[in-house]
């Protein structure tokens, strides 16, 4: 049974204003263009205008932080979108204006500002109507990210995560995610297009929204997460101290004995906390940190730089790795990133 809302909930005052508006990707009156646009940034979706075309726009901002995105998209008049399964990422949809219904395997969902918010599984065929010249605020989480860490946080091997697509925006999970996204947006329109978000800002952003989805929301490993933090040993502080040290590191060999030092416990308690609440280990930790270090710096760099240079700079040495690896981070080559910001 979907959740009642009533049509004064939904036409509350909630702050129509656009977001994002620097970031724009799509701004369209043509249904073709928005359906391939979008479809592009998203996924392929099928879309349809269900009182004709007259009062049909479609827009969409999209602000973009390694392995998360935050995006402002609007409709006018009334659309049903069918997008099937997500397959690559999770979408938590927090309505800004307008009503939007959701059908997602057997169940059916209404959402309204203030009122309730949707979060959409890959693995999960959804369908929708936005109705209302709707707008949202959707913040898009790549499924890898969240599948590591539930499997981290649950002792358990990767498998899907299926989330129980009704968010309350009354009580306090709701209210908590609700407030990440606000400030993500307001993070990326104070950094504007240009700015990069520094690789210990982003790690933290996405382990503060990771943790709010999978210890606020309730999904399919929901008990086996309560289950299993019960019985592990629980440093948090240690592993940001060693975070931060890999990250204040990054150009230099991995030690450790020096990371364990730092961090204020022993290695194996390092090695095993890694597990547990990054669901990666220590190693790969620095990789993604020094990805990230490579990332920032190519979109910074000269035209004249060189990859090979800032690579054997952070540290790698088989180039081939790091391209591979790098792509399958950033969906494009270093050399690619290099010229597109040149």
């Known amino acids: 049974m979907g959740m009642d809302i009533t049509r004064n909930e939904a036409a509350a005052p909630t702050g129509r204003a656009m977001r994002l508006a620097a970031f724009s990707r799509v701004a369209t009156g043509r249904l073709d263009d928005a359906a391939a646009e979008i479809g592009r940034i998203f996924c392929p979706h099928d879309l349809v205008p269900l009182h004709g075309a007259g009062d049909f726009y479609a827009r969409h901002n999209c602000a973009s932080y390694d392995g998360i995105s935050i995006n402002y998209v609007a409709y006018g008049g009334a659309v049903s979108i069918d997008p099937g399964c997500l397959e690559r990422f999770f979408l938590l949809q927090l309505p800004l ?6 059908r997602t395997a057997a169940r059916e969902i209404a959402t ?20 209302g010249d709707c707008a949202q605020l959707i913040l ?18 990767v498998q899907p995560v299926e989330f129980e697509p009704a968010v309350d925006l009354t009580g306090a999970a709701g209210q908590a995610l609700q407030a990440e996204m606000a400030h993500l947006a307001d993070l990326a329109e104070h950094l504007g297009p240009g700015g990069d978000l520094p690789p210990l800002a982003a790690a933290n952003l996405r382990e503060t929204l990771l943790d709010a989805l999978l ?3 309730s999904h399919g490993l929901s008990a086996a997460i309560e289950v299993f933090a ?5 440093l948090p502080a240690a592993l940001r101290r060693a975070r931060d040290y890999l990250d204040a590191n990054a150009t230099e060999p991995l030690d ?10 022993g290695i194996r308690a390092l090695q095993l906390g890694f597990r547990r609440h990054f669901g990666t280990s220590i190693s790969e930790m620095l990789l993604d940190v020094r990805l990230a270090h490579l990332h920032a710096r190519l979109r910074r760099a000269p035209a004249d730089a060189r990859v090979t240079d800032l690579a054997f700079e952070l540290g790698f040495t088989h180039l081939s790795r790091m391209a591979s690896a790098y792509r399958a981070k950033f969906g494009e080559t270093p050399s690619a990133t290099l010229r597109r910001m040149s």
């Open 97 to 102: 204006g307008g009503v939007a219904r959701i």
């Open 215 to 217: 210890n606020g929301q």
């Open 230 to 234: 019960g019985r592990a040993d629980n």
């Open 140 to 157: 898009l989480v790549e499924r890898r990210l969240v599948e590591q860490r539930a499997a981290a946080l649950a002792g358990r091997a």
């Open 112 to 131: 309204a500002p203030g009122v309730a918010a949707s979060l959409l599984s890959p693995t999960l065929s959804t369908r929708m109507v936005w109705e």
């Open 256 to 265: 450790l004995a020096d990371l364990a030092d730092a961090a204020g416990t």
